[in-house]
C-alpha cells in the first residue's frame, strides 16, 4: 500500500468557502446549471431527489434528461423542475445527442440515479463520459456501468459516489469495516483513476489521490433509498459553482450527512430523503 499520510476530517469550516455572500447583481446562471441524467419506467424519484438538492444547495437552474415517463411524473413535483423527456422506458445510446445539446448550456453533470443496469443504458453512460467536457458525479448504476472500462475516468474531473458493493464492483477490492483500510483503498483506486471518490457509508471516505477526507456526519436512519440521491444533488450543485471535484465532494458529504442528521432528530427511523431536502438549507445557513 502507499504510504498514508492522517486524513483530515470535514468540518463546517468548508461552507465558508463555498457560500460567500453573493453581489448584489447576481443573475440567474452565475451560481450553476446542474444536469441530471437518471430515470426509467420504474424510478423517477432518484433523478428527481438530486434535482431538488441540487436546487437547496444553491443551483440556479436544474435540468433533468430522462426517460419520458420517469419525465413526466417529475414534472409534477414541483414548478421548479425542467424536465427533458426522452422517447422510450430507458436511456440507450439514441439519446446520446439530445442530452450532449442540453449539457452545452450546463456547468456540471449528475448521472446514473434510478438508470437501472441494462447493456444500451450501460453503452450511453460510456458513450456520455467519454464525450462530455464538464464536471461529473457519477452515482449509483453509472458507476457499474464503467466498471469494465475505468480507462474513462482517468484524470476527468469527476466525483464517484459509490456505497460499499459498488466500490467492490468498481475496484474488485473489498474494503473492510477497519477504517485504517478503508482509507487506505480508496486512496489507492483513487491515485490509480486520477479522479475522485466518495466511499460512502459510516464514516465517508474522499480521496484524489494526493489528499483524504473523513466525514463524520450522518446517521444510521439514513439507510432509505434516496439519501444517495440528494448527496449526488449537493455535489452536482457544488461542482457547478466552479470548485474543485475534492471540495465538492467533502462538502456534499458533510451537508448531505448534516442534513440527515437534523431530520433523524426530528424522524427517527421513519426518516425520508425527502425530510433531508427542507435540511440543507438550514446546515449551509
Known sequence: ?????????????????????????????????????????????????AALAAYRSGSDLVTIAAPERAANTIATFSPDMITEPLDGDYLNPKHLKPILEIAKSADSVVIGGGIERRPETFSLVHSLLTSVKIPCV????????????????????????????????????????????????????????????????????????????????????????????????????????????????CAAAYINGAAGDLASKEKGPGLLASDLLDKIPLVIK
Open 1 to 49: 500500500m502507499i504510504p498514508q499520510q492522517k486524513p483530515q476530517t470535514v468540518s463546517k469550516d468548508i461552507l465558508k468557502k463555498i457560500y460567500l455572500p453573493r453581489p448584489d447583481w447576481s443573475h440567474k446562471g452565475n451560481f450553476g446549471h446542474v444536469l441530471v441524467i437518471g430515470g426509467s419506467r420504474k424510478y423517477s424519484g432518484s433523478p428527481a431527489f
Open 138 to 249: 457519477i452515482d449509483a448504476d453509472a458507476v457499474q456501468a464503467v466498471v469494465n472500462s475505468p480507462v474513462i475516468l482517468f484524470g476527468r474531473p469527476f466525483v464517484i459516489t459509490p456505497h460499499q458493493r459498488e466500490f467492490q464492483a468498481l475496484t474488485r477490492e473489498d474494503p473492510t469495516l477497519e477504517i485504517n483500510h478503508r482509507t487506505e483503498i480508496v486512496k489507492l483506486f483513487a491515485q490509480r483513476l486520477r479522479t475522485t471518490i466518495l466511499l460512502k457509508g459510516h464514516t465517508d471516505i474522499i480521496s484524489d489521490g494526493e489528499k483524504t477526507f473523513h466525514n463524520n456526519t450522518g446517521n444510521p436512519n439514513m439507510t432509505k433509498g434516496g439519501t444517495g440521491d440528494t448527496l449526488a444533488g449537493i455535489c452536482g450543485a457544488i461542482l457547478g459553482m466552479k470548485f474543485d471535484p475534492l471540495t465538492a465532494a
